[in-house]
């Protein structure tokens, strides 16, 4: 157990070190973080809406601070490039996050035009089913994408690091709203950028 708490420790400094620069991307976390927890809730009374909140709000405000509000130039504070980043990123990288973010956009289109989904499941009759289908099949996707990187880097690494990525991405909405709740504050005070003077190498 140690092991995997030393690991986590390591692995959510390198999250915020490396990826969270961005006041906006801290704040958009912030709001994320806010909404999963909402979502969590939800999944006692009906996973799939608890999944259409996740994915509707809690994945699209943290992906959008990600791709459009996080710096992708050399980073002065580590001493990396983004392709350095990229590569050595435990969890989903850039190009991950586009083919996961790819497949949530394409699950309305299918059971929009093949309800049924070729006969795998009971086709929905009124618009309310229809969401209900797309909520289990986005909580279903968001299973199988965390069942995948696990069993990827025990893989290419080792369990360990696969099953306590596994527990940070299950626990990051705690600790983005410990690490984060001031960063709406610094954003009013006219702060873009988080200087990460407790991260920078010297």
Not at 1 to 19: G, S, T
Not at 82 to 101: H, P, Q, S, W
Request: charged content about 20%; some cysteine.
């Amino acid at each position: 157990m140690k092991k995997i708490l030393d690991e986590l420790a390591v692995q959510r400094w390198d999250d915020h070190r490396y990826y969270h620069h961005s006041r906006i991307n801290q704040s958009l976390h912030l709001l994320s973080a806010c909404s999963f927890l909402v979502a969590y809730a939800l999944l006692f009374v009906d996973p799939a809406w608890a999944a259409i909140v996740a994915w509707c709000v809690s994945m699209v405000s943290r992906q959008v601070g990600h791709f459009f509000f996080e710096p992708r130039g050399y980073d002065e504070v580590n001493q990396a490039t983004d392709a350095y980043k990229e590569d050595i990123k435990v969890g989903y990288n850039i190009r991950r996050k586009i083919v996961l973010m790819g497949a949530w956009v394409l699950i309305p289109g299918v059971l929009w035009f093949e309800p049924s989904v070729f006969g795998l499941i009971e086709a929905s009759s009124t618009r309310l089913e229809y969401l209900h289908d797309v909520g289990m099949a986005w909580f279903a996707l968001g299973v199988a994408g965390l069942l995948l990187r696990v069993v990827q880097l025990w893989w290419q690494q080792n369990l360990v690091t696969g099953l306590t990525w596994a527990l940070k991405i299950i626990t990051d909405p705690f600790h983005d709203i410990a690490l984060y709740y001031k960063a709406p504050l610094y954003l009013l005070r006219g702060q873009m950028i988080d200087p990460m003077d407790h991260a920078r190498k010297h």
